[in-house]
């Protein structure tokens, strides 16, 4: 079993920055996808970012030139660089992580509140 675990989420002045980082219990080079996706109160878990075993990223429409998804594979982690954050990107983060095999694997999550 895969675990994921989130850090980094906190509170954030709109226009601000924070970084979210997944580490991976494996070797992430074992993953076929790492990804990132979020939820607001109310609202469905939607994709945030994701990038491929072999590097292709991709982005939800709503973040597109102000988040950055990357992974250091020495490290096992994956990494979201959020900036020119606004108050609807708060919400819970979660990592994600397809295995070979092509499993789900979730982290616990981690809040991020953007607030003046």
């Known amino acids: 079993q895969v675990h994921l675990v989130e850090s980094g989420g906190g509170l954030v002045q709109p226009g601000g920055s924070l970084r979210l980082s997944c580490v991976v219990s494996?070797?992430?080079?074992?993953?076929?996808?790492m990804a990132w996706y979020r939820q607001a109160p109310g609202k469905q878990r939607e994709l945030v970012a994701l990038i491929t075993r072999g590097g292709f990223t991709n982005y939800g429409n709503s973040v597109k030139g102000r988040f950055t998804i990357s992974r250091d594979n020495a490290k096992n982690t994956v990494y979201l660089q959020m900036n020119s954050l606004k108050p609807e990107d708060a919400a819970v983060y979660y990592c994600?992580?397809?295995?070979?095999?092509?499993?789900?694997?979730w982290g616990q999550g981690t809040q991020v509140t953007v607030s003046s």
């Open positions: 494996v070797n992430i080079f074992n993953m076929n996808r």
């Open positions: 994600h992580g397809l295995n070979s095999d092509n499993d789900d694997n």
